[in-house]
């Protein structure tokens, strides 16, 4: 680099310190000034119009949150019940890679109140579970249905499903396994 060079690059970061260190005193200041103004604020009560809700007239937003679900456990069982699994393993066996296979896991509500599965949650999107989204009621049976897709699997596939209830556990884990046999290339 030449003399002008290095003289033109010097004053400019002359400038940018100046300005930066004028924008920091300016700054400061702010600061100072604000920190010394006192500010008295008086608590006065507040006094709302409050009345009480009319139900005639009262929106649906007016009223209280109430559980629609509430009433409809007794209280020592705090709304709980009970699954039983005819099978919680399924073993699809050897398949060929890519291919796609079902499952059915049955079960049957053996507690007193109606049993709620909330969800059924697996490993992989290779799994797919479909479950009942109405209460099953004491007694009564139903099924979990699992679909697996071995497309770009290999080898030993152990995939769970895990089952969220109004039970005692509240999760049931269901699994599948096989052995996918790769494709020839």
Known sequence: MNNKTIIALLIILIAAISFLA????????????????????????????????????ASPFDKPNVDPMANQFDKKSKGLTSILFEKKVHNFGRINEGEIVNTVFKFTNTGKLGLFITNAQTTCGCTVPNWPRTPIKPGESGEITVQFDSHDKKGEVDKTITVTANTQPAATVLLIKSTVVPKDK
């Open 22 to 57: 004028v924008q920091n005193f300016k700054l400061n200041k702010k600061v100072e000034e604000l920190s010394t103004v006192k500010v008295e604020v008086k608590a006065v009560p507040e006094t709302s119009e409050t009345k009480p809700a009319n139900p005639q007239e």
